[in-house]
Each structure stands twice: as structure tokens, then as C-alpha cells.
């Protein structure tokens, strides 16, 4: 009786990117499934998941972030732009890189709720529709004042990768997943509103946490029910932790950290060795059909049929996702000259569970003084803050000089 509605929508356009140097090697594949799409330079950045790699931040550092763009793709298009360059100007760059990710989620949020001055911050011609967003606003500044985006906004899941460390930092439903000896080992947090602790810092703030209505299997056709589906904040958003969304962040009396929705995010260090043989970052459309563990077998399977190509392998495991309707980006990052664990290095738990979640979310809040001066800090391995420096900021490079990473099916371009 007619074809299965079981499969994903069509896919609209493919990107795959790779690169090395002589610390690490990766490779970057992203599935564009969404009729959505924003022009950088003079090739496209698929949809709203969009994607920065920069394999040289400095000549000891490497930066690698999945943005996945909600209600628009212009936040997570910024966040790809700016990130990492804010990320390298802070002043704790150096010495506290942890303190410093840190920061400069806040100062991501910090600059999309001053004005709309971030707008220019983004690539030329970034859309056909970022001209007219500043036509647009300039006319309705003219006559209200500038309103930051309310019900638009980006989750983020970045890698920093310096010496024989890795610096993770994560708001939202991407993942970022090491594989030990063939073993998934999750970085991660999920933020999702039904997770307990995030619940109560919803409802404190208050919102509600309701669930989505479903259909039950075999009753009558139409029948709901209610609170079984994904769980939402005030019905809207699936996740608890964004760039953006300032409808949620709207209560004066209460600080970034205890909104509805915070972009204080989950952090993680830890130790590169040669017994990690990947790190992978995927988006949450992975999820519909493939475990952390899932995706860690199909990598492992690529590079043992012989596979090089890690941009082709990730290629093939977007691909894999043939079920989700979501769009689809993986970052896939493998290490030169990893030295050997160290004895007692262990990423467990102490009870054999490699990641639990409600101990990772046990560890953010009572580690979050340590950053924040008692202001609230989502960490799971944090340092004692290193102390202020007096200096300033570097000095601004000349315009032009910052560098950009690849956006989402951007390759370098060379200017005529």
C-alpha cells in the first residue's frame, strides 16, 4: 500500500573536508538533509550544523568545533566564526586554557546580547539573506532598540587540542567521544531538560519541563499522550544548554549560570596516550541510529578494512545514519606520537562505568566554584583557577589577519 515512510528525507548536499600537520590528522564529513543553507565565501555551509577546523590556532594548538544552529543558522555561523579567534585573544590562553573555554562561552553570549554589532563579525556573503538582515535591522534600530536573538540560537561541542591534552568543552546534544582500546569513552554531557539536575535549575528559573505528546501503538488513531516524548523547556527547546536563546535567559535577578537555559559549559581534560586511537565529534542526528559504542565500532571497521581517508570515513558514517531527518556533521582527529598512559591513569568512575551521567553532572556542580568564584562552573575535571593577570588583551591583528577556520564545506580559497 505505497512506499515506506521509514527512510530520511532526501539528501540535499554532501561536504567532506581533511587536513594534517604534524600532530594530528583529520577529516570532516557533513549531510545536509534540511532545505536550509547559508553561502560562505563563494561555497556553501550546509544548513544550520556548521562546523570549524583549525588545525594551526597557534603552532603547539589545534581547534575543532561542531555548532548546530537552531531556528536560523546565523548563531551558529557566528559562534564557528568567533569562537576560537576569542578563544586564542583571552588572557588565560596560555596558562589556564581550561579557565579560558570557559570564558569565552560566556563572552560568545556576552557579545550576542550587547548589539547587533556580531552580525558583522560573520563572513561576507554568508547568506542572501545576511544583507537583508542588516538593511533590516538598521531600519528597525532606527525605530526600537536592538533585540538579541530570543528563540534562535546554537548548542557547541568543541575540542582543543595542545601538547598531549585535550580540552573539551560542550553546551547541548552533540557529542564528543574518545575511543580507548576499542572502547568508547563518552566526554560529554547530553544536556537535556529531563536530566535532574538540569530540571531543577529550569524549574528554579521558572520554567516547566513537559514532554512531547505521542501516539500510543494500537489505540484509537489520533489519541495522545500526553509526557512521553522528548522533553522540552516551556515546550519549545530540547536541549538545556545553548548559545543564544535569550527568551529563556530573560530573568534579571538571576545570573548566566542559573537561567533556564545557560551557556555554562560542561569542560573535560584529558591526557592524550597511545592507547586513545581517535577522537571523534558528531552531531545528535548520529543518535537515531548509532551508540557512542556504535560509532566507535564503525571508525574502527573503516580503518581496519584499510581506509586512510579519514575524511572518507566520516563520510561513510553520516551516511550510516540513513534513518535521521536531521542534518549530520562528524569531526573524526587522530594523534602523532602519543606517548604511553600513565599507571594509574583511568577515565572510569572507580566502579567500572566509563561514563555516567549522573556522576558527570555530580561532578559539574560541585566543581563549580573552582572557575567561577561560587558563580556556578559545569566541569568534570577542574584545575584550581590559575590567578588573574594584569595584562590586557593581546592587541587586535590587523584586519584580515585572524584565522579562519573551515566552515561547513568551505575549502581554502584563494583570492584573485
Given at each position: 500500500m505505497g512506499a515506506s515512510n521509514s527512510r530520511s528525507d532526501p539528501v540535499i548536499r554532501k561536504s567532506t573536508e581533511g587536513g594534517e600537520n604534524d600532530r594530528i590528522e583529520y577529516g570532516v564529513s557533513t549531510i545536509q538533509r534540511k532545505n536550509m543553507k547559508v553561502h560562505v565565501s563563494m561555497l556553501l555551509a550546509l544548513c544550520n550544523i556548521i562546523f570549524a577546523a583549525v588545525p594551526d590556532l597557534d603552532d603547539r594548538t589545534s581547534f575543532f568545533g561542531v555548532y548546530d544552529g537552531h531556528e536560523g543558522a546565523e548563531v551558529a555561523l557566528f559562534c564557528a566564526t568567533q569562537f576560537h579567534n576569542d578563544l586564542r585573544d583571552h588572557p588565560f590562553y596560555e596558562q589556564n586554557l581550561f579557565g579560558a573555554m570557559k570564558m569565552t562561552f560566556f563572552r560568545m553570549d556576552e557579545l550576542l546580547e550587547q548589539s547587533d554589532e556580531w552580525k558583522k563579525l560573520l563572513p561576507r556573503g554568508t547568506s542572501d539573506r545576511v544583507p537583508c538582515l542588516f538593511l533590516r535591522d538598521c531600519i528597525k534600530q532606527a525605530?526600537?532598540?536592538?533585540?538579541?536573538?530570543?528563540?534562535?540560537?546554537?548548542?557547541?561541542?568543541?575540542?582543543?587540542?595542545?601538547?598531549?591534552?585535550?580540552?573539551?568543552?560542550?553546551?547541548?546534544?552533540?557529542?564528543?567521544?574518545?575511543?580507548?582500546?576499542?572502547?568508547?569513552?563518552?566526554?560529554?554531557?547530553?544536556?537535556?531538560?529531563?536530566?535532574?539536575?538540569?530540571?531543577?535549575?529550569?524549574?528554579?528559573?521558572?520554567?516547566?519541563?513537559?514532554?512531547?505528546?505521542?501516539?500510543?501503538?494500537?489505540?484509537?488513531?489520533?489519541?495522545?499522550?500526553?509526557?512521553?516524548?522528548?522533553?522540552?523547556?516551556?515546550?519549545?527547546?530540547?536541549?538545556?544548554?545553548?548559545?543564544?536563546?535569550?527568551?529563556?535567559?530573560?530573568?534579571?535577578?538571576?545570573?548566566?549560570?542559573?537561567q533556564m537555559v545557560t551557556c555554562d559549559p560542561g569542560l573535560r581534560i584529558v591526557a592524550i596516550t597511545n592507547d586513545i586511537e581517535f577522537l571523534v565529534i558528531v552531531s545528535d542526528g548520529i543518535w537515531t541510529d548509532l551508540t557512542s559504542q556504535g560509532v566507535v565500532d564503525h571508525i574502527h571497521k573503516q580503518l581496519a578494512s584499510?581506509?586512510?581517508?579519514?575524511?572518507?570515513?566520516?563520510?561513510?558514517?553520516?551516511?550510516?545514519?540513513?534513518?535521521?531527518?536531521?542534518?549530520?556533521?562528524?569531526?573524526?582527529?587522530?594523534?602523532?606520537?602519543?606517548?604511553?598512559?600513565?599507571?594509574?591513569?583511568?577515565?572510569?568512575?572507580?566502579?567500572?562505568?566509563?561514563?555516567?551521567?549522573?556522576?558527570?553532572?555530580?561532578?559539574?556542580?560541585?566543581?563549580?566554584?573552582?572557575?567561577?568564584?561560587?558563580?556556578?562552573n559545569s566541569s568534570d575535571y577542574a584545575p584550581a583557577p590559575a590567578p588573574e593577570k594584569k595584562e590586557e588583551h593581546k592587541d587586535a591583528e590587523p584586519e584580515g589577519s585572524q584565522e579562519r577556520p573551515l566552515l561547513g564545506g568551505e575549502s581554502e580559497i584563494t583570492e584573485d
Open positions: 525605530i526600537f532598540p536592538y533585540i538579541p536573538p530570543q528563540e534562535s540560537g546554537s548548542t557547541a561541542c568543541v575540542a582543543v587540542i595542545r601538547g598531549h591534552d585535550i580540552v573539551i568543552g560542550n553546551v547541548g546534544h552533540s557529542r564528543c567521544i574518545i575511543s580507548r582500546n576499542g572502547q568508547a569513552i563518552e566526554l560529554t554531557t547530553d544536556h537535556k531538560p529531563d536530566h535532574p539536575i538540569e530540571k531543577q535549575r529550569i524549574e528554579r528559573a521558572g520554567g516547566e519541563v513537559t514532554g512531547d505528546s505521542v501516539v500510543l501503538p494500537g489505540e484509537t488513531e489520533g489519541f495522545l499522550q500526553q509526557g512521553l516524548g522528548v522533553a522540552r523547556i516551556n515546550g519549545i527547546l530540547a536541549h538545556s544548554r545553548a548559545i543564544g536563546y535569550f527568551a529563556f535567559k530573560s530573568d534579571k535577578g538571576l545570573p548566566p549560570q542559573h584499510g581506509t586512510t581517508d579519514l575524511g572518507i570515513i566520516c563520510q561513510g558514517l553520516c551516511d550510516r545514519c540513513e534513518l535521521s531527518a536531521d542534518n549530520v556533521t562528524a569531526i573524526l582527529v587522530r594523534f602523532k606520537d602519543a606517548p604511553p598512559p600513565e599507571p594509574e591513569e583511568n577515565l572510569s568512575d572507580g566502579n567500572g562505568n566509563n561514563s555516567d551521567d549522573a556522576l558527570q553532572h555530580a561532578q559539574e556542580e560541585n566543581l563549580s566554584e573552582n572557575l567561577s568564584g561560587g558563580n556556578g
